[in-house]
């Protein structure tokens, strides 16, 4: 497992009983995590000193109970600043286990030794956008909601990062990368984190176990002739790091070598060295 273990504004204090409660800073969050199933004896006493509890519903989604959380505040991962806010469906804006993946190809970035083009596919809040903009890459970021490339913006401008070469465009990511070979255009590394489910900004429908194949093939078209890597990140039950492997084995290293790795994402717990399971990502590296 790859593991998202440098942070120190963000921990995973402890998983019980369906339930994550979790330091952001200097905020206490519990929210629910379908991956805890297992139950333990909820000894520490931030269970009992919440800044704020994310309840599912029975009929689906939920609602945030609010004790003492502001609308919005900043965690930092090196040099990186997010700024979080508390949204739909218990999210706060960022994903810390990815934190592991940014590591990796920001080394890869570094150690290019040349200029780098990056291309990163929903790209929610931008967290991988700013580690290879950080990393010294020119970025295109595309999101088919207006409202998370603002907010990626925002977190581009608090890093500092605000005058990095990044292009920011809200998109259909299929239609994107297809006139994308249209034009010519070519990157050195691809990240992708798609969803389950999803509609672009015209309703067109996503649905990952149709569409994830024949996407990873068109970006095969966009990688440059001396390319340095491509990342898959998956939340989705049926695509485990097997299936990644496959893909990008299939679709990348058949065409351009290098070697292709796949395995689960996840954050260390606290208050007894358990990894909480976030995910799985699938690497492929010249």
Known sequence: MWLADKWKEYEVIDCSSGEKLER??????????????????????????????????????????????????DIHYGDLTFRLKPFSFKHTGLFPEQAVNWDWFSRKIKEAGRPVKVLNLFAYTGGATLAAAAAGASVTHVDASKGMVTWAKENAQVSGLGDRPIRWLVDDCVKFVEREIRRGNHYDGIIMDPPSYGRGPKGEIWKIEDKIFPLVELCEKLLSKDPLFFLINSYTT???????????????????????????????????????????SGRWER
């Open 238 to 280: 049926g695509l485990q790091p097997a299936v990644l492997a496959y893909m990008l084995g299939t679709a990348i290293e058949k065409k351009h070598g290098g070697k292709t790795e796949a395995g689960e994402i996840g954050l260390p717990v606290s208050v007894n060295g358990l990894v909480l399971p976030c995910g799985a």
């Open 24 to 73: 952001w800073g200097k905020y206490i969050l519990l929210r629910p995590d379908p991956q805890v199933i297992w139950q333990t004896e909820k000894k520490d006493s931030r269970w009992r000193r919440l800044n704020a509890h994310y309840h599912r519903s029975s009929r689906g989604g939920g609602e945030w109970e609010f004790f003492d959380l502001p609308n919005q505040w």
